[in-house]
């Protein structure tokens, strides 16, 4: 303390001046503000030592806001803390600047008859505000709280800017104006980041939103990359700045353990609508095991959520603007009502189908998501079957909630989600086909053009054969959209004969003719659809069809095409010459449908070979496809393999060669066949007996010094190597265990768990091999250098100039990765190794075949937002598998949303893209 202080203590009070609030992940407050409650709470103690009514008063003095946290009352919270008692401290809450501290302390004490304070605040505050106290008539004992040094610059900056706001508070009204610009000027023309923190000495003038330290922001970061729910304490999800809490739900979302379960349990209570989204995309992503609680748990959260929307909605006038959440701080882009209802929709069950069902019935705001979260019950019931093929009743969707999606797709106000979930059923009860084919026609000729509109096309191939004619309209005519065509041309090929025979009636209308300005027409979506349509007879050619695939299977162009077109027409007419040949791979139109050793060419000879049993000749054909150049054709061949029991001996060899090449997707698909029919990779058919050869391989294979982020080839050969009993196996599955990819580590327990068993394990030792404990790993290096704003890569490719843009704002490490990797030139010469017209395109494998990276994992930065057309995602093979494989979407496609990274949007003509095209150049804009 600065001055002596021979005044009584009970006839003086100290005054602790209000500041910025700046708080830490534990929601402590830090910086000016915590060093004046040190600063007062020692200062306190010798002047209270008498106790009782001797003890001073203690005024806060500090009346704005720092998001929802008024001055005084932070400052008051902070000296019950450090042992003052509350019936000692008063709270000023009207003051906004030093000069109102003054007079309305004065006036508190004057009604108390004190007129002498010890004054709490920066020291290089101090002088002006011991000023402005003694022109309200009080005494001063400075109590300085000292700041940390500072640069000269800085200090000759505040040294100036006290200064002159002494001299402007002297002044009238006009002087307060010039102090405002005066503090305001220095900001003028600094760009900022999100992430930049102002001085944390700031004084009581200053900005009304808390600042976060990005190092603190890191800490949230590095939690939700390395998966450690545990970092993630109770303050940062009660923290007074909701951008804290957002970050915070969002890590637990995506960490999504049981450990993060607490943590989104209490988030679902906040009152921001984005937590709340955040905190019920991880309880229906953290609900197997335990869906009663956490159906519970949403559901009673979204009957609170739609009284407070209806109270809102009433209060509100007609021309209230955009929503904004309970801090004043626009909500990000996540919904918390689609959020819940996608959850209750993961978790499922009679209870949450039921109370979708009533949302959907309602037509009101809560419909829209709750189509979806029924279409996402109808997602995960489609696998489940009885046997012959027949659905239980617990396997689809009940009546009750098809009934409700097909009132709710039909006028008025048809709900643009509810044939969502009637287009992902297994089966629909052939009761409801016909009035599925009238609502799915209706809302076709009635829905103006929208990413929904898709629903129907899809809804329609559940609807069996009298959907056959709908489809083939919207397939043979250009007046719907290319995803709409190709995803019609695709059911056709679901409704089995009469889908057939339609689809050979579209084909003879849209084959083009052979000349250069018609074939031109392959270089745009109609090459998706026509190739789509091909692949819809399922190698079954319906008469309808015959002299359209004919005319196709011998298409040639007058002269020498450009070579992009070239492929694209060598692709078809292949495809063509595979259906009308069958089982005969030496048929005519077969050897010339495209030049020989080209991947068209032998894709379509490998489709013939194994139509029948390869013994003879045919299985020298197989075997010498199984040899191909041609990566994905090797590995089609020895996938086939899986259902040809009769190859026996020839195909081990080519097993091991596989294990041995060194190729992460040729290695894999090998393991794979092995782990699927171990007694193959043996020559007495004894699964625990390999063959000798097949055993060095694998072992070597096991051993093979893979990059980190060819998780699927790894996994792969644990797994055989424990189907086959390796003496290895072991090994590399408990360091797979201790993998730090929790998809590794559940694969790797289920294969120490097949060794277990094979050794006659009790139930307890199998219950240890699943308690798998990962080993620390470090975080993403990009989390100290994260992109900060949207950012467009171009791509120059065989089907013209693309582009994506990669948006940081739901997906930050993964964006500054595929940022880094776009300006390395890693994407230069790429070929986009898969295309599933009116699905998606995707790209990012140097070796083409899906399976091959970057060298470095990527882990999921997965968000409850939907996935629309042109939206670009991250491919993976399970969770935190991503590297540097990206698709882009050429549809709607909510059984993505929430599942796969979402990195950004898509521009250009996407359609047009057709697998195999070349990235022939890229560039940063």
Request: charged share 20%; aromatic share 4%.
């Amino acid at each position: 303390m600065s001055t002596s202080r021979g005044a009584a203590a009970s006839s003086a009070a100290m005054v602790v001046l209000g500041c910025k609030l700046r708080f830490d992940l534990r929601g402590e407050l830090v910086g000016p503000a915590k060093r004046r409650l040190d600063a007062a709470a020692e200062a306190w103690r010798p002047l209270s030592s008498t106790g009782g009514a001797g003890a001073p008063v203690v005024i806060v003095s500090g009346g704005r806001v720092w998001d929802g946290v008024v001055e005084a009352d932070a400052l008051e919270k902070g000296l019950i803390e450090r042992g003052v008692p509350k019936e000692h401290i008063v709270r000023e809450r009207c003051s906004f600047h030093t000069v109102d501290n003054a007079r309305f302390t004065a006036t508190l004490l004057a009604r108390r008859a004190i007129d002498e304070v010890f004054l709490v605040t920066c020291d290089w505050h101090l002088p002006r505000a011991r000023r402005a106290f003694e022109r309200q008539g009080l005494r001063v004992h400075q109590v300085p709280a000292p700041a940390p040094p500072r640069n000269l610059g800085h200090r000759v900056w505040r040294w100036g800017r006290e200064r002159v706001a002494q001299w402007l508070s002297t002044l009238p009204v006009i002087g307060v104006a010039l102090l405002v610009v005066l503090l305001v000027l220095p900001g003028v023309g600094c760009k900022k980041s999100e992430t930049s923190t102002p001085s944390s000495d700031g004084g009581a003038d200053g900005a009304t939103i808390a600042t976060i330290d990005p190092v603190e922001w890191s800490a949230i970061d590095r939690a939700e990359d390395r998966r450690r729910a545990s970092e993630i304490g109770d303050g940062m999800l009660a923290h007074p700045d909701i951008r804290v809490r957002r970050r915070a739900v969002r890590a637990l979302a995506r960490i999504a353990d049981d450990a993060s379960i607490p943590g989104l349990m209490r988030a679902l209570s906040d009152t921001d609508d984005t937590v709340v989204a955040w905190a019920a995309y991880g309880l229906g992503y953290t609900c197997k095991g335990k869906e009663e609680a956490h159906v519970a748990a949403l559901s009673t959260r979204a009957a609170s959520l739609a009284a407070s929307l209806a109270a809102l909605a009433a209060a509100k006038p007609a021309s209230s603007t955009a929503p904004q959440s309970a801090s004043g701080i626009a909500p990000e882009i996540v919904d918390a009502k689609w959020a819940i209802a996608r959850a209750l929709g993961h978790c499922g069950g009679p209870a949450a189908e039921s109370l979708l069902v009533g949302w959907v019935r309602s037509r009101g705001p809560w419909a829209e998501g709750a189509a979806y979260g029924l279409g996402d019950i109808a997602t995960a019931q489609a696998g489940a079957s009885l046997p012959g093929g027949a659905l239980s009743a617990a396997a689809r969707l009940g009546d009750e909630s098809i009934t409700a999606l097909l009132d709710a797709a039909s006028p008025p106000s048809p709900v643009a989600a509810a044939l969502y979930g009637l287009g992902r059923i297994k089966r629909l009860p052939d009761a409801f086909a016909p009035r599925l084919v009238e609502v799915a026609r209706g809302a076709l000729a009635n829905a103006a053009p929208s990413p929904e509109r898709i629903f129907a096309v899809r809804a329609l191939a559940h609807a069996g054969p009298g959907a056959a004619p709908e489809l083939a309209k919207i397939a043979r005519e250009r007046t719907f959209t290319a995803a709409e065509r190709a995803e019609a041309a695709r059911g056709l090929g679901q409704l089995e004969a009469p889908g057939r025979d339609a689809a050979g009636e579209v084909l003879a209308a849209l084959v083009p003719k052979a000349d250069p300005i018609a074939l031109t027409a392959l270089a745009g979506d109609d090459f998706g659809v026509l190739s789509t349509l091909v692949d819809a007879f399922h190698g079954e050619v319906p008469k309808s069809g015959e002299a359209a695939m004919l005319s196709l299977a011998g298409l040639q162009a007058p002269g020498e095409l450009p070579p992009v077109l070239a492929r694209r027409l060598g692709a078809l007419r292949c495809a063509a010459a595979s259906a009308i040949a069958k089982e005969v791979y030496e048929h005519e139109l077969l050897a010339r449908c495209d030049a020989k050793g080209s991947v068209a060419f032998e894709r379509a000879r490998l489709a013939a070979v194994v139509r029948k049993p390869l013994t003879g000749e045919r299985r020298n054909a197989w075997a010498a496809l199984a040899k191909s150049a041609n990566l994905q054709v090797r590995e089609a061949a020895l996938e086939a393999s899986d259902a040809h029991p009769e190859l026996g001996d020839a195909v081990r060899p080519l097993l091991a060669l596989a294990l041995r090449s060194g190729q992460a997707g040729l290695a894999g698909t090998a393991a794979d066949a092995i782990h699927s029919h171990p007694d193959r990779a043996s020559a007495a058919h004894d699964a625990r007996r390999p063959d000798p050869a097949v055993r060095a391989a694998l072992a070597e294979a096991l051993a093979f010094p893979w990059t980190e982020d060819l998780l699927e080839t790894k996994i792969a050969l644990v797994e055989a190597a424990a189907a086959v009993g390796l003496k290895e196996a072991r090994a590399a599955a408990l360091t797979a265990c201790k993998s730090p990819n929790v998809t590794m580590r559940q694969r790797a327990a289920k294969a120490l768990a097949t060794l277990d068993l094979d050794a006659g394990a009790a139930p307890a030792r199998l219950g240890d091999s699943g308690a798998c404990v990962p080993d620390e790993a470090p975080a993403a290096q990009e989390i100290a250098h994260l992109l900060d704003q949207p950012t467009k890569i171009v791509l120059e490719t065989d089907a013209g100039r693309l582009a994506i843009v990669l948006d940081p704002s739901l997906a930050p490490v993964t964006a500054t990765r595929l940022l880094a990797l776009a300006r390395s030139g890693f994407y230069k010469g790429v070929r986009v190794h898969r295309v599933v017209p009116g699905f998606v395109a995707q790209f990012g494998d140097p070796g083409g075949d899906g399976y091959g990276g970057s060298g470095r994992s990527l882990r999921c930065e997965t968000s409850p937002v939907p996935f629309e057309p042109l939206t670009v995602g991250v491919a993976t093979a399970g969770r935190d598998t991503g590297s540097s494989q990206i698709f882009v979407t050429l549809s709607r496609t909510p059984h993505l949303d929430g599942n796969y990274t979402r990195v950004g949007r898509a521009e250009g003509d996407w359609w047009a893209v057709a697998q195999g095209d070349v990235i022939h150049d890229v560039r940063v804009e």
